[in-house]
């Protein structure tokens, strides 16, 4: 089957809700702590490696870059929270942006909420599981570089926050060697077709 994320281009980043684009179609957000492997996973997702940049250092993708899989169907990569690089100030313009986004949003659809499978439910991840509670968004966790732990270990994890959070599910990727995309994509045709 063709892959329905192949032609995935990047469309523009915004700094300032102000230059955010018009309210329609269908947005998901891709969430996550810096480094995380959001734009790795975007990549994958796309069978792209030069969609979005994967970075070395943690914290450079510093605004939110909007993607678009098909017209009126959009993914945005989020700066990674935790800008230990980048500044106080930064953090405040995302903290402004990502609430007015949130408020008033009514193309967004869904929240993957992308976490290193070692170090799942961090206080950050918890902030914004919250943030989808409060505005009755549906979010999904996303355990990424599977190819790190055990299958043991992964199974494990994925109960666990399957029984602590509310996620509407649950899935593990590797970006390393592509295991999980087919459950990811699933998941993201789900936001599209609801
Ligand atoms: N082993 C392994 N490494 C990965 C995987 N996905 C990403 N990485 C590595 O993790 C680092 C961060 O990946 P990114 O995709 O840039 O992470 P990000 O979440 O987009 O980070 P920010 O843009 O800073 O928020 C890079 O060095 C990647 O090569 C994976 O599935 N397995
Ligand atoms: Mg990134």
Redesign the pocket.
Known sequence: MKNPFKNTTFLFGVTKAKNLPSDDGIEVL?S?????????????LADNKKL??????????TEINFFEVEEGFKLL?????GFAKSGQSRIKDWGSLLGKYFKSREALKGVLI?MDIRHSLKPIDLEMIKLCESFDIDYVAVL?????VSKNIEVKAIQQVSKVTNAIEVVS?????KRGFGNLRKVLLGFKNE
């Open positions: 891709l996550g702590r810096s480094n995380a492997g959001k734009s790795s996973a975007l990549n994958s979005a940049r994967i970075s070395k250092t943690p914290g450079r993708t990569d989020l700066p990674g929270y992308f990424t570089k599977s190819d790190k990727i590797s970006s390393l060697n």
